[in-house]
């Protein structure tokens, strides 16, 4: 099947038909996997951002920046752009919530624990309040 060049370059670095065969399945597992995340996520329609004063609802469609203090004068900034929402700032020390990114899917979410400020993507019209089991803290 493969010419003496292939024979001599899998003897070289120690690979049989075997590995190569797994690791093409394993390609091929991973596209699946990154091809079903793309396929069944839903775009989400708006946020919901909790703060130490309550709940709000940010709808995605409409551009919005947020000053925000959050526990202990924590200084936070949200911003709503382009169908998604992000910690575009925040006066806490380790950054974690602004590098989490642009939140643009379903059941995305960030935080920023030491403002006490969560933000949530969930669809157009899901109930306020509504809060999974696994994202409530005591």
């Known amino acids: 099947m493969g010419g003496p ?3 001599k370059v899998r003897k070289r ?3 049989r038909r075997a590995d190569l065969i797994l690791a093409g399945m394993l390609a091929a597992f991973a596209l699946v996997l990154i091809g079903g995340y793309a396929l069944f996520s839903r775009q989400g329609g708006e946020a919901v951002l909790t703060t130490p004063e309550g709940e709000r609802m ?3 469609s409409e551009d919005v920046t947020l000053s925000i203090e959050g526990k202990n004068g924590i200084p936070v900034v949200i911003r ?5 929402v992000w910690f575009e700032s925040s006066g806490c020390p380790d950054q974690i919530c602004v590098h989490s990114g642009r ?3 379903t059941g995305d979410a960030a935080a920023c624990l030491p403002a006490g400020v ?3 993507v969930t669809e157009s019209g899901e109930a ?3 809060v999974p089991a696994d994202a409530v803290a005591g």
């Open 58 to 60: 940010l709808p995605l």
């Open 103 to 105: 939140l643009t899917r």
């Open 80 to 84: 709503v752009e382009d169908g998604a």
């Open 13 to 15: 670095i120690g690979l």
């Open 118 to 120: 969560l933000l949530r």
């Open 5 to 7: 060049m292939e024979t």
């Open 128 to 130: 306020e309040g509504s």
